[in-house]
């Protein structure tokens, strides 16, 4: 309501100016909407959830049944009014948790935009990354700042928790990952090993590896309990953007701004499909949750999303069949969804 009445000011200014209002013309309208914003401050203190069905009924009758135009006139205002309250209600319901009914957090503290978000496996923590190089940790009940980790030397682009609950690793532009004790806020590990910034990053569902992705065009695989380089994933030729796993933990997905999703084996590291088709940068991967016929989704600056059917048996069988050669016609109508296969160049 400030905003709206520093507004009206600004518009009034221009106006005088324009010389299409007088100055004591504006001097009215500027009182009338400070003087109705402390009004209506006012009345938002009161429960209105308790009086606004009486207004509206009451300026309804007034305003078609009355005679007079003086009542009516009034009828139309308290039946305003009335209906002013009930948006107003209406817009607090939206703002209340579902369950808890309780009032969402708002979490200020970030010096600048605030670049990736999310929450410990039991839900009591909040933790978030951002472009003023810090990653924080909240407290979900209260709102309250739990940590501040500004060890990064760039943006930090992604945090992630483990499974369980016990690390929280967060990924910077400055080609870190550090792992941190979510009990102590220990630095445990510092994972150093791309040569570009670090743009996201996933722990595998049963927290042993993490992968992380770099704007240098590979995605590594550490083991979590000693913070050890696993496997290199190379393959795309250009920076990644997104990482995935599956939900059982045997498939790797990652998107790239060279417009291609690939999926990878984690046991062996090896490239088992590149999924084409995109005309702009991958900047999203997800599986669905069945292990049985798993789905990838992919996401694209161009503007399109598109799901894959992968079963994950035949997806392996046809990796370990195609080490010395492309897709057949066949398997890229199931497997990409085309008529005809995409021409790969030398």
């Not at 009034?12 to 004591?24: E, Y």
């Not at 909407?33 to 401050?41: D, F, H, K, V």
């Not at 472009?131 to 943006?155: Q, Y």
């Not at 490239?271 to 991958?282: C, F, I, M, S």
Request: glycine residues 10%; aromatic residues 8%.
């Amino acid at each position: 309501m400030t905003q709206s009445s520093s507004i009206t000011v600004l518009t009034l200014i221009g106006f005088v100016n324009a010389g299409m209002m007088t100055f004591r013309q504006s001097v009215n309208v500027m009182l009338g909407s400070e003087i109705g914003t402390t009004i209506t401050a006012q009345l938002v203190s009161f429960d209105i959830g308790n009086f606004f069905w009486p207004l509206v009924a009451i300026g309804f009758f007034m305003k078609m049944f009355s005679k007079r135009e003086s009542i009516q006139l009034i009828g139309t205002v308290i039946f305003s009014l009335g209906l002013l309250f009930l948006a107003m209600e209406f817009m607090k319901d939206r703002l209340l948790a579902t369950k808890t009914n309780k009032k969402l957090l708002t979490l200020t503290g970030h010096e600048y935009g605030v670049r990736d978000i999310t929450f410990s496996p039991e839900g009591n923590l909040i933790a978030t990354g951002g472009f003023d190089g810090t990653a924080k940790v909240w407290d979900m009940e209260t709102g309250n700042l739990i940590r501040e980790i500004s060890s990064h030397k760039g943006i930090v682009l992604g945090v992630a928790f483990s499974p369980n609950g016990a690390h929280l690793a967060t990924a910077s532009t400055d080609a870190t990952v550090k792992i941190w004790n979510a009990r102590t806020w220990e630095l445990l590990f510092t994972l150093a090993g791309h040569d570009g910034g670090i743009r996201d990053i996933a722990y595998s569902p049963d927290g042993s590896f993490i992968a992380t992705a770099s704007g240098d065009g590979t995605v590594i695989l550490w083991e979590t309990a000693t913070g050890s380089k696993t496997q290199t994933l190379i393959g795309h030729s250009s920076g990644v953007f997104s990482v995935t796993f599956s939900p059982d933990g045997i498939l790797l997905a990652t998107g790239s701004e060279d417009n291609t999703a690939k999926i990878w084996d984690v046991q062996t590291g090896k490239e088992l499909l590149t999924l084409p088709g995109n005309l702009g940068a991958v900047t999203g991967v997800a599986f669905s949750s069945s292990n049985d016929e798993a789905h990838l989704v992919v996401s694209s600056v161009d503007g399109v999303a598109r799901v894959f059917l992968l079963d994950i048996e035949e997806l392996l069988a046809l990796a370990h069949s195609r080490i010395t050669r492309v897709l057949t016609t066949e398997e890229c109508r199931k497997y990409l969804h085309v008529e005809q296969c995409p021409v790969i160049e030398p």
